[in-house]
């Protein structure tokens, strides 16, 4: 059970430090705005929140719970990695006709 939760909070700090490298990124080219600075920060800190609340459901003696609430996150960047190592090996000629 601990090395499935590290397996879905590793992969699920990844994918936040990814949304976050998109955010500095999105302030940096000024295409994060007052318009839309508030979902991003929106996701940031639920996204965190889950990573904090999990990791204090882990020291409280309860991993299921915790894996629960990584699960999503993590599906979610697996499937994404997946997506990328298509496209990477299989190319992307013909694949967007």
């Not at 302030?27 to 839309?36: E, G, L, P, R």
């Not at 800190?45 to 993590?74: D, E, M, N, S, W």
């Amino acid at each position: 059970m601990t090395r499935m939760f590290w397996f879905c909070y590793i992969t699920s700090f990844l994918v936040m430090v990814v949304f976050f490298i998109f955010f500095v990124i999105g302030i940096m080219d000024k295409s994060v705005s007052s318009f839309n600075i508030t979902t991003w920060v929106t996701i940031l800190l639920i996204g965190f929140g889950v990573l904090l609340g999990a990791y204090l459901l882990y020291k409280a003696q309860r991993p299921g719970l915790a894996i629960t609430f990584l699960f999503i996150p993590t599906l979610f960047g697996v499937i994404a990695l997946l997506y990328i190592l298509v496209i990477v090996f299989l190319g992307n000629k013909n694949m967007w006709r």
